[in-house]
């Protein structure tokens, strides 16, 4: 089962055209002619071209066009860099991109993030195509116009908002991504479901072993609903300017400063699990979540083998202490001044903003993750 949908960005004169879809991954070139591409610069990094990088290259040249050319770099988050940046602008003078061409970022998060800015930057802004191939990326990163690339000052403290005009997901390109990275993209469906919808919680719930099975038809199903949440939400706030979209930060405040406690060893997804478990204890103590809601929460995560205490987190070595993960909390991008915006529940499905929590709560929650 193939499925297609469009996200509206309005006053933008953007729209995304979102395909999704086992095996689809050959039929990439033909949406892509669509756009009558005049140049054609492929993005990704060295893992994922030897992966996929002839097979996308094939179903471009079968649709007629030519990819003129591949910047491929080394993989990992260290590759979401200035550095990169430079290397991608300069390909792009090197085969004279103009407005008329695009960028095709097929990979994770670090690619699409890096060959977005590019787009957005380069001429003032060109089109780009998104193909992503981990789950973070094909329930995130891939749709929702946030691009950027890191410093040493600091993560995506250098961005734009662009939104890509089609994205490609074909599950089942998943299949040679390791469990423990399955696992962790999934903690924003889960984020999803208990922020905005709670039939998918039960949907989860029922589902999560075949899931975990990388199930084709369940996983096509399982980033449609997560894409359309989030379209809705970036439809209605495409540039972040008012709340709603604000409430996708579920679990990553606590979450983002536990990742950066300890130095990005763990995955995102399994901070953003301890922040949610974090936050759902805050929301139980100060915005009246059910004792019951909130085991559900917690039974869910660990259905799908997240942390919900520190050290079941996969290799968890060295445990940060408390002190400086609210350190951490104070530095968060979102925080103005030093007071964070927490996004809590007042049940599955309710959520709420608040700025200003006692310090003493947010101290208890995070303590108890490192029980
Ligand atoms: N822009 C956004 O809205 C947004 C949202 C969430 C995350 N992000 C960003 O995304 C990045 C994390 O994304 P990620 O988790 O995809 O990381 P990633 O892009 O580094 O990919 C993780 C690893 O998986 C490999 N890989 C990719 N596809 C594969 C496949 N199909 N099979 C086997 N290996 C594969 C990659 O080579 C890499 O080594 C972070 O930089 C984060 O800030 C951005
Ligand atoms: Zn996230």
Redesign the pocket.
Known sequence: MASTFTIHVPGRDVSTEVHIGANLLHTLGEHVARLQPARILMVT????MK??GDRVMDSIRAAGLACDSALVFP???GS?STATLQRVYKELGRIRMDRHGLILAL???????VA?FAAATWMRGIRYVTCP??M??ML??GV?G???VNLPEG??LVGAFHHPGLVLIDPA??T???PR?IR??LAESIKHGLVFDPAFVEWHERHAARVLDLDAGLLTELIQRNLSIKGKVVTADPCEREGRRALLNFGHTIGHAIESACAYRL??GECVSLGMVAACRISRELAGLEERAMSRALALLQAFGLPTRFLDAPEPGDMPDVDSILEHLKLDKKSRGAVNTFVLLADLGEPILRRGLPLESIRRATLELLQ
Do not use: F
Request: aromatic share 0%; net charge negative; no cysteine.
């Open positions: 990094d060295e893992i994922v992966l996929l993989p990992g988050e979401k990979g994770g998060g670090v690619v699409s993030d977005g191939t981990t973070e990326a995130d990163a929702g946030k691009t950027g993560k995506n390109t998943l040679t991504l390791p990275d962790a993209g995955r995102h």
